[in-house]
């Protein structure tokens, strides 16, 4: 959690100068190497700015809270607010892991690894991939699970679980 000096997705950045592709591509490829999930937030959609009132005026999504699935498996149901402050350049960010009560009847998504030996799953997944094309990674990513999600429903049931 914090200001990571870098936008994972050029709708992330609102100025003059476009932020460049291999910067993003770096910061979600070093997020998807050490397997980490961007929570998204609440409230203003950037997290510092520089130069307001200027032509030079930047917005920019610079701080966000990251997690490791193990990590969102424990807290299932938490809340990333971006919050303004007074004296910083930087909104403060404030994560609450104590938004519902402990069980709430929302199923987390979760990956079955007997998908990938049926014939629909590649497919099932090119087709996301491809439908979210132009999107920051975590939004390819969160398009991706909502389809396995409804296709697998069937699927699941034919294993007898879930």
Same mark, same amino acid.
């Not at 004296?87 to 009847?105: E, G, K, M, W």
């Given at each position: 959690m ?28 070093? &997020? ?14 950037? +997290?510092?700015?520089?130069? %307001?009132? +200027? ?8 701080? %966000? ?14 809340? =990333?607010?971006? =919050?303004?402050?007074?004296? #910083? ?5 404030? &994560?609450? &892991?104590?938004?519902?009560?402990? %069980?709430?009847? %929302? ?5 079955? #690894?007997?998908?990938? &030996? ?42 007898g679980?879930?």
């Amino acid at each position: 959690m914090g200001d990571f000096n870098d936008i994972a997705c050029q709708s992330e950045k609102l100025g003059e100068h476009p932020h460049p592709g291999a910067l993003i591509e770096g910061f979600n490829d070093t &997020l998807g190497d050490c397997q980490l999930v961007d929570l998204g937030m609440t409230g203003g959609r950037f +997290t510092w700015e520089k130069g %307001r009132g +200027t032509d030079a005026w930047v917005e920019e999504r610079l701080d %966000r809270v990251v997690a490791s699935l193990e990590w969102l498996e424990i807290y299932e149901e938490v809340e =990333v607010r971006n =919050v303004w402050t007074y004296n #910083s350049d930087h909104y403060a960010i404030f &994560l609450d &892991l104590d938004t519902q009560p402990v %069980r709430a009847t %929302r199923r987390a998504f979760k990956f079955e #690894s007997a998908w990938l &030996l049926e014939e629909g799953c590649a497919k099932v997944v090119d087709e996301a991939w491809r439908r979210a094309m132009g999107m920051c990674f975590q939004q390819k990513i969160a398009e991706c699970g909502q389809r396995l999600w409804r296709w697998g429903e069937s699927i699941t049931a034919s294993f007898g679980i879930g």
